[in-house]
Nanobody
């Protein structure tokens, strides 16, 4: 059974940092896509960042490039972290970990439709 376990999130002031983590259980340590989407109230869900564990290669949305970093755990291939720096009020949203086994489409904007999702963690940035 596939499970995505998320942690992190919280409330910070603008300019602050937060770190999210996601562990995917039930996937073989192959070339998988693991990443994060976010959705703010009244807005569409958007892809934030993703890692293709086969290379590893990464994808970032333009709105977070240079501020967010996604990286794999050193020992657990199907665990990733999202380090979020210089947070802005517009980053406020529910963040969802997403994953897809044996896939690479997470590297291309708009082309990734994950098979598995976490429950989400709230990130709130105050001005």
């Amino acid at each position: 059974q596939v499970r995505l376990v998320e942690s992190g999130g919280g409330s910070v002031q603008a300019g602050g940092s937060l770190k999210l983590s996601c562990s995917v259980f039930g996937y073989a340590p192959n070339s998988n896509c693991i990443g994060w989407f976010r959705q703010a109230p009244g807005k569409e869900r958007e892809g934030v960042a993703a890692v293709y564990t086969g290379d590893p290669a990464t994808y970032y949305a333009a709105s977070v490039k240079g501020r967010f970093t996604i990286f794999q755990d050193n020992t657990m291939k199907n665990a990733v972290y999202l380090q979020m720096n210089d947070l802005k009020p517009e980053d406020t949203a529910m963040y969802y970990c997403a994953a897809q086994e044996v896939a690479f489409t997470c590297l291309y904007e708009g082309d990734w439709f994950p098979d598995d999702w976490g429950l989400g963690v709230q990130v709130t940035v105050s001005s």
